[in-house]
């Protein structure tokens, strides 16, 4: 008798929420009315001023490692607009908002670099911080932040009630950082750093262009049969693009085991690398791991009676939790703790 009951308030409540959702269901915004409103935002004044303070803010924030800095100059950036506008460009086939959208975005991305390089030139900024070299390894989770952003962006184009999600989408997805490495990179002459910069922007680029089309397409905007050769295209770059990605990705996540399996191997067993570990770096050799460890310890601990014994115990348990031949580097930098206590002074009483 209960369980019919139970049955019978789930499908009375689905059909109330149901109505509720029919009834007042938002209406898109037309095909016509959302080309204008892309002419609009593309063509607007202020769209070089909002990009050129982004562009000084998030600078500044990378060359004085401020994360907080990097997040407003996000908030402000609007590289976001010809983006989406070249997405739902591409689904409609509208040419002149593909050139306007083109070349509104190559402009932006242009002058990006140029105020990142400027500025790093005229401040005389050398070594690359936290911050800026957290931004020159793309791996496949910051691609899969690109898809999901476009997916965001595009959804608060059409729909005015989530309009407000812009900003959180800017920030999410980070297009005017990576440019502004890209300039710094160029700046302090280290190609490296500014290849690597400028493949988390092509990789955000990709991702977003789309998963917005995708939902462009999904919300009856344009058709597939005009849109065929250009996610053709896309998908195409995104596969060239993610066989980088992958491999940094799984770089990542073996770094991710090989610390856990450091931390296991301490806590099995007193000896080891002894000693605060500072880093951690993974790298795929083909068949094997390469394990660069950095740590630090007192100078009376360097010296063991066998170094290599114990690290050929250690490289052996990786090996075995790992499943593959690791090869390991540890590099042990001594350090002195100097202790000086502190006395009260001493009253003599005359």
Not at 59 to 82: H, K, Q, R, V, Y
């Amino acid at each position: 008798m209960v369980v019919p009951k139970i049955v019978a308030l789930i499908k009375r409540e689905w059909n109330w929420l149901h109505y509720l959702r029919t009834t007042n269901e938002e209406k898109i915004i037309g095909e016509d009315d959302l080309s204008n409103g892309f002419f609009q935002e593309i063509l607007a004044p202020n769209f070089s001023i909002l990009l050129s303070l982004a562009t000084a803010i998030a600078t500044f924030g990378l060359l004085s490692n401020s994360a907080a800095t990097i997040i407003g100059a996000m908030i402000i950036a609007p590289l976001m607009i010809p983006i989406i506008s070249l997405a739902f460009s591409v689904v409609v086939l509208n040419f002149r908002l593909i050139s306007y959208s083109l070349v509104r975005l190559i402009l932006g991305v242009a002058l990006t670099i140029l105020i990142a390089f400027f500025a790093t030139e005229i401040i005389g900024f050398k070594v690359p911080g936290s911050e800026i070299l957290a931004r020159t390894e793309p791996t496949l989770l910051d691609l899969g932040v690109a898809i999901s952003a476009g997916v965001a962006g595009a959804f608060a184009k059409i729909r005015r009630s989530v309009s407000d999600a812009i900003p959180g989408v800017a920030i999410s997805v980070a297009l005017v950082p990576p440019l502004c490495v890209v300039g710094i990179g160029l700046a302090t002459r280290d190609f490296e750093l500014a290849t690597g910069a400028f493949l988390l922007f092509l990789t955000n680029l990709v991702g977003i262009i789309i998963s917005a089309d995708l939902i462009f397409l999904w919300q009856s905007y344009g058709s597939w049969k005009k849109a065929i050769w250009t996610l053709f295209f896309l998908v195409t770059s995104m596969i060239i693009i993610a066989l980088p990605l992958s491999k940094s990705f799984q770089e990542m996540i073996l770094e991710n085991r090989i610390r856990h399996a450091l931390s296991e191997f301490s806590r099995l067993y007193s000896t080891g690398i002894k000693g605060a570990i500072t880093s951690v770096e993974v790298k795929l050799e083909e068949d094997k791991l390469l394990v660069l460890v950095n740590a630090i310890r007192e100078p009376q601990d360097v010296n063991e009676p066998d170094p290599q014994q114990t690290l050929k115990f250690v490289q052996q348990f990786l090996a075995e939790r790992m499943d593959k031949p690791v090869h390991l580097k540890v590099r042990i930098l001594p350090i002195e703790i100097l202790d000086y206590e502190v006395t009260a002074p001493i009253n003599e009483k005359n």
